[in-house]
């Protein structure tokens, strides 16, 4: 079954610290996966996707298909980073959306 | 653009009765998907609308249902309710011109309390 598992509810990091936010899916068709974030009193809005390739606000995410992760990363976490992180899956074979539970990045200064 | 916008911001009803909630996309946008979020827990897919016809639909029973209108604003219907439908509902909108296939774009939810 298809599913996408983000194993940290809470993830409390210091200023200036590397940040991993881990997200491990499950499909058996070519996926394509995004993070989403949500700011205190914010929509949820989209933060990057695999097929961008591309670095937004410092955070990367690189798709590893052997592993079945897309991992979000960033070397050195900022207060403002402070959000609630959702890992999602779009299953092209099914056309149905997966998003995973999430996980609150909280960065102490 | 007010971006995706979506009424009432909240509601309150009770077992049994039926409630449609209602979204209006970015403009230019013609998908529509529709997500249930419970308390701690991601959003959960219910539908997607592409062109006024359903395109994908996720685990949730018939009580559900959801159409889109000619204009792309789109509505969800939840029928006989239950107190396990009280969640926050957002409607997403996706397409060009604004961001491409795929990327949602979310409004700010209706938060829906069963009684």
């Known amino acids: 079954a298809q599913r996408v598992t983000q194993p940290e509810k809470l993830l409390s990091v210091f200023k200036g610290a590397p940040v991993e936010l881990k997200c491990n899916y499950s499909y058996s068709g070519s996926p394509e996966l995004f993070w989403y974030v949500q700011y205190s009193r914010q929509r949820l809005q989209l933060l990057l996707r695999?097929?961008s390739r591309e670095s937004i606000k410092g955070f990367t995410a690189d798709l590893n298909k052997g592993e079945t992760s897309f991992h979000l990363k960033k070397p050195f976490a900022q207060e403002e980073d402070s959000a609630m992180y959702y890992c999602?899956?779009?299953?092209?074979?099914?056309?149905?959306?997966?998003f995973g539970s999430g996980t609150k990045l909280n960065v102490k200064p | 653009d007010a971006g995706v916008t979506q009424s009432p911001t909240h509601l309150i009803k009770t077992r049994g009765q039926q409630v449609t909630l209602r979204c209006s996309p970015i403009?230019?946008?013609?998908?529509v998907s529709w997500y249930q979020q419970v308390l701690g827990q991601g959003p959960q897919f219910i539908f997607q609308y592409y062109e006024k016809e359903e395109r994908g639909r996720g685990n949730f029973p018939d009580r559900f249902s959801a159409r889109q209108f000619p204009n792309y604003s789109s509505e969800l219907n939840v029928n006989a309710l239950l107190l396990g439908d009280s969640a926050l509902y957002l409607c997403?909108?996706?397409?060009?011109?604004?961001?491409?296939?795929?990327?949602?774009?979310f409004g700010a939810g209706t938060r829906l309390s069963v009684l």
């Open positions: 999602a899956l779009w299953a092209n074979n099914f056309n149905k959306f997966y």
């Open positions: 695999h097929i």
């Open positions: 403009s230019g946008h013609k998908s």
């Open positions: 997403a909108s996706s397409g060009p011109p604004v961001g491409g296939k795929n990327i949602q774009y």
